[in-house]
């Protein structure tokens, strides 16, 4: 059992940064990804930004964010940030981080929330122009 909770949300005018954070408990260590995703009003959820907890941190970006956002762990804390750049409207949003195992090859599952298995409760992101 995972358990996810995240912080770091607030609203922020545009061009602006923000960094949120996931803190990660489980039971029993494990490889694994953790996930980003955002849900505007309206829309589907999209993966944003993953990390794999070993394999030498491993990490991969949506085009839409890449380049203004950053995902970084502290594995001491049980921790994964978000640094957020260059914020625009368009990625107002609830933030989620999400966990799953790592696929046998010790590759991190694809980017769709069905993937992945364990979820924290949000945090909103608002950004005003």
């Known amino acids: 059992q995972i358990h996810l909770v995240e912080s770091g949300g607030g609203s922020v005018q545009a061009g602006g940064s923000l960094t949120l954070s996931c803190v990660i408990s489980?039971?029993?260590?494990?490889?694994?990804?953790i996930t980003w995703f955002r849900q505007a009003p309206g829309k589907e959820r999209e993966g944003v930004a993953r990390i794999h907890n070993t394999a030498g941190g491993w990490r991969h970006y949506a085009d839409s964010v890449n380049g203004r956002f950053i995902i970084s762990q502290n594995n001491a804390r049980n921790t994964v940030y978000l640094q957020m750049g260059g914020l625009e409207p368009e990625d107002t949003a609830m933030y989620y981080c999400a966990a799953a195992a790592v696929r046998p090859d010790n590759s991190c599952p694809v980017l769709l929330p069905g993937a992945y298995k364990y979820w924290g409760q949000g945090t909103q992101v608002t950004v005003s122009s």
């Open positions: 489980e039971d029993t260590y494990s490889r694994k990804c």
